[in-house]
């Protein structure tokens, strides 16, 4: 079993900057890919980010130059820090691990963020205009 908790959420003005954390504990396999989504309710989960455990990362255009995964092997600790900020990225930030989707080929993409097995509580995200 994996147990995630999210943290570095929060209300900053548009064009400012968030870190968010999630320490994660238990079993990750070394095969497992990590990630943040986003949703809102009533919405659809919406992938921002994956890093696979060779370090390779994807991005979903929406956040591509702004946003930046990375991880913290040792510490077991996943990041995603946010900048230049928009109203449009509010929403609550979910970290998430797993194994791929076969329907991306068993590798690791931005899109199956949201499809991957385990997720945390969430921290939410607010952008004042």
């Known amino acids: 079993q994996v147990q995630l908790v999210e943290s570095g959420g929060g209300s900053v003005q548009a064009g400012g900057s968030l870190r968010l954390s999630c320490a994660a504990s238990?079993?990750?396999?070394?095969?497992?890919?990590m990630g943040w989504f986003r949703q809102a309710p009533g919405k659809e989960r919406e992938g921002v980010a994956v890093?696979?455990?060779?370090?390779?990362?994807s991005y979903a255009d929406y956040v591509k130059g702004r946003f930046t995964i990375s991880k913290d092997n040792a510490k077991n600790t996943l990041y995603l820090q946010m900048n230049s900020l928009k109203p449009e990225d509010i929403d609550m930030y979910y970290c998430?691990?797993?194994?791929?989707?076969?329907?991306?080929?068993?590798?690791?993409?931005?899109?199956?963020?949201?499809?991957?097995?385990?997720w945390g509580q969430g921290t939410q995200v607010t952008v004042s205009s």
């Open positions: 998430a691990v797993g194994t791929p989707p076969r329907v991306g080929g068993g590798l690791c993409f931005w899109w199956a963020a949201g499809m991957l097995n385990y």
């Open positions: 238990g079993y990750i396999d070394s095969s497992y890919c």
């Open positions: 890093i696979d455990s060779d370090g390779r990362t």
